[in-house]
């Protein structure tokens, strides 16, 4: 089955500093790959998607790279603000009909004002 | 608005009792419910799959006689801790998927048994 693994468990910037959070997935079949924010106690929240179809993905000061020949992708944050501290969770799935979603282990993500 | 509506939020019981968290759709028909659970500090682990009017697909390692799975509507989704012990404290969270890929996710059920 699919493994998705995640770094660095944890991560501190300086409020206006980038924070990049990297990703790396197992099965080649996978071609959907969510990014979630989740703060303490809440439902986790979709930031970002990117489809395997596509190699960069960008939405304000959040985007998202993938190389699916090294099957890996990552998270970049830019002009980080002190509410973007949560904990980021990259998943992988193969979209055919609702498949389930894995999630990597989380980076916990700190933005010291 | 919510798109999956979770219920409890948050639970506290008794060892050896049994706990029943439910998940609502909310206007649209949840054929698939996934159940997770997070410990703290760690990442959400799937435990099983639902499927409207069939059984419970689990993951290796769930037991399926103590995490019971119900879906027996399209708009309704329950899992049941029965028996529960200590080691069983976590927070349960549903999610389902509406078009493809994108998973909408319950409120979250924090459970603590005692």
């Known amino acids: 089955g699919e493994n998705v693994e995640q770094h660095p468990s944890t991560l501190s910037v300086q409020e206006g500093d980038s924070a990049v959070i990297k990703c790396t997935y197992s099965d080649s079949a996978s071609n959907y790959f969510p990014w979630y924010k989740q703060e303490l106690g809440k439902r986790p929240q979709l930031i970002i998607d990117?489809?395997?179809?596509?190699g960069e993905k960008k939405d304000q000061r959040i985007a998202v790279t993938l190389n699916k020949t090294a099957k890996h992708f990552s998270l970049h944050i830019t002009e980080t603000q002190p509410e973007d501290s949560a904990v980021y969770f990259c998943?992988?799935?193969?979209?055919?009909?609702?498949?389930?979603?894995?999630f990597g282990p989380g980076t916990s993500l700190s933005v010291i004002p | 608005g919510a798109v999956v509506s979770q219920h409890p939020s948050w639970v506290i019981c008794k060892s050896g009792t049994s706990v029943k968290i439910e998940c609502r759709s909310l206007d649209f028909q949840a054929t698939t419910m996934f159940w997770y659970r997070q410990f703290p500090k760690q990442s959400l682990m799937l435990m099983a799959t639902?499927?409207?009017?069939?059984?419970?697909?689990?993951e290796q390692g769930v037991e399926k006689d103590k995490f019971l799975i119900n879906h027996a509507s399209l708009t309704l989704s329950t899992l049941t801790v029965t028996s529960a012990h200590p080691e069983d404290s976590s927070f349960y969270i549903c999610?389902?998927?509406?078009?493809?890929?994108?998973?909408?996710f319950g409120e979250g059920s924090r459970l603590t048994v005692l």
């Open positions: 990117i489809r395997s179809n596509v």
């Open positions: 998943a992988a799935s193969i979209v055919t009909s609702y498949d389930k979603v894995i």
């Open positions: 999610s389902t998927p509406r078009g493809i890929g994108e998973l909408f």
């Open positions: 639902s499927n409207e009017g069939s059984k419970a697909t689990y």
